[in-house]
């Protein structure tokens, strides 16, 4: 107990030393990183994993104690923010907002998505709506950020304050700034998803896996963020660890890739593959097909590849899809000076085309696979013959947690 009203108003009834006030800072906001990765995120909004109710009201409360974050709304906007990525819409993109503006005023723009009600509604169905969300989590949204403050003051004194400061700006940082931000803008792709969505770093320990951003967009229902084996997902190694104590259920991961030998033509089972993971087979295609083509281009006119800027190389993943009109132009001209490279980037469109159209005629679609196939095999470029006869024996394997 404080011995005078200086020592509770410095150091609160805790009286902690600087070494337990770090460690309850960083325990109480990784707690919060897990309750909006594992809660908020995976099973909320994307309805990956289940939570036993009682680790799931948890969750709940403590979102709404440390972020005064509603969970209909942040589910709905995350949902929009899939839904409409990296268009106009798009509650923060940087490729459409600037990354200043996404990376800075990350909690403007989540107040300006909280403020479209039509799309809180339309997005945010099946969140929890029951007395205790009415009647206090989204009626007094910011009552528990303040009931925080009272309890850091009484704790720790002037330095819960000060943490509690900290606390506000944790998530706005970490997950509006740098997940939003960032996380569409800096790092390494594991897969041509038709977003700009990156890896900021494989290992996902400090926001709680949210740091493996690529992989999400690239399977957004998949409970588990690291799909490469060098990659680590510390909030699914919590999903794991709550499972096999019986706090959590699996309801899905990323499907797995199985290559059949020997396949003559596509079939239903390389149709059903390619749909579920065909921002992997185009990221195969770029690496199979169009990387060996540009080194090759390289060997035979080293300063036609030099001139074109690394930045505009890398446009062949997508044909250009995230560049200005002006670089996309210049990257057009020079495919198209290369007969080799124009054939190729045309046999990526065309493969895209047939991956985007999800049509419910599933024999048409095949049909149009058919043909690609044949197309790609009589055109005598050995590395797009070796994809189309491996991309045919394409199969789900059965998931592997």
Not at 351 to 373: F, G, P
Request: overall charge positive; glycine content about 6%; aromatic content about 12%.
């Amino acid at each position: 107990m404080p011995a005078s009203l200086l020592d509770f108003l410095a150091g609160g009834f805790a009286q902690a030393g600087l070494g337990t006030l770090a460690i309850y800072f960083l325990a109480a906001t990784q707690l919060t990183i897990l309750s909006v990765t594992l809660y908020l995120h995976r099973s909320q909004a994307h309805r990956s994993v289940d939570f036993h109710p009682a680790l799931a009201h948890v969750f709940r409360f403590w979102t709404w104690l440390t972020t005064s974050m509603i969970t209909r709304e942040w589910a709905a906007i995350h949902r929009k923010h899939h839904a409409k990525c990296e268009t106009e819409e798009d509650p923060h993109s940087p490729q459409i907002k600037g990354i200043r503006t996404v990376f800075w005023r990350g909690v403007e723009l989540y107040r300006e998505a909280r403020a479209d009600r039509e799309s809180i509604e339309k997005y945010g169905k099946g969140c929890p709506d029951d007395w205790i969300e009415r009647h206090l989590y989204s009626r007094y949204p910011t009552l528990g950020p303040t009931l925080l403050l009272f309890a850091s003051f009484a704790l720790f004194g002037f330095a819960g304050v000060a943490i509690w400061a900290l606390q506000m700006a944790w998530i706005p940082f970490w997950a509006a700034g740098v997940v939003n931000g960032l996380g569409h803008w800096w790092g390494y792709r594991n897969f041509e998803t038709a977003d700009t969505a990156t890896n900021l770093t494989p290992w996902g320990f400090w926001i709680g896996g949210e740091e493996l951003h690529n992989n999400h967009h690239a399977f957004p229902s998949s409970a588990k963020f690291a799909l490469r084996r060098f990659e680590f997902d510390i909030g699914w190694s919590t999903i794991k660890l709550l499972q096999a104590i019986g706090l959590a259920k699996v309801l899905r991961v990323a499907p797995s890739l199985d290559v059949r030998p020997n396949i003559a033509m596509p079939d239903t089972e390389t149709l059903k593959a390619l749909l579920a993971i065909r921002f992997q087979a185009m990221t195969d295609y770029y690496r199979a097909v169009t990387l060996p083509a540009l080194r090759e281009e390289k060997r035979h006119a080293a300063q036609r590849v030099r001139a074109l800027p690394r930045t505009l190389r890398k446009g062949l993943a997508d044909g250009g899809r995230w560049l200005d009109d002006d670089k996309r132009a210049r990257l057009q001209a020079w495919v198209a000076e290369s007969p080799r490279m124009a054939q190729l980037a045309d046999f990526r469109a065309r493969l895209a085309q047939v991956l985007d159209e999800r049509s419910n005629d599933a024999q048409a679609t095949l049909q149009k696979l058919h043909a690609w196939c044949a197309e790609a095999e009589a055109s005598g470029i050995h590395a797009l013959q070796a994809f189309s006869a491996r991309m045919k024996g394409y199969a789900l394997a059965p998931a592997r947690a």
